[in-house]
């Protein structure tokens, strides 16, 4: 929605949609690697002969998660930088404050 208003407004958002599409790749890493993991430990429950390999490799799997996790995290704070300084006003749609004067008495 805030890209539609920034191109609406006839910015360049081709970078924007890039680390858009960057950050989704990252995340959808992470939940493939999560349920490879997942798989991994469930077999370790039901092997005797090489549950530990299958823990290892299930933790390795987790541990390359967290990588994609913490470079979809950088790819959002890009996003977020580039949307404000495109001069996007992110609280445009939260209502307005209203000011109630005090009484001094």
Do not use: C, M, Y
Request: proline residues 2%.
């Amino acid at each position: 929605r805030t890209l539609k208003k920034l191109n609406d407004k006839g910015l360049d958002t081709t970078k924007v949609h890039e680390k858009v599409d960057s950050f989704n790749g990252h995340l959808d890493e992470a939940r493939k690697l999560v349920e490879d993991a997942r798989a991994k430990f469930a077999d370790a429950k039901l092997s005797s002969d090489n549950s530990r390999e299958l823990v290892r490799e299930g933790t390795e799997l987790l541990r390359k998660a967290q990588e994609h996790l913490k470079l979809a995290h950088n790819e959002l704070k890009e996003i977020v930088k580039a949307i404000k300084s495109a001069g996007e006003d992110l609280e445009e749609d939260k209502p307005n404050k209203v000011s109630v004067p005090t009484i001094n008495g």
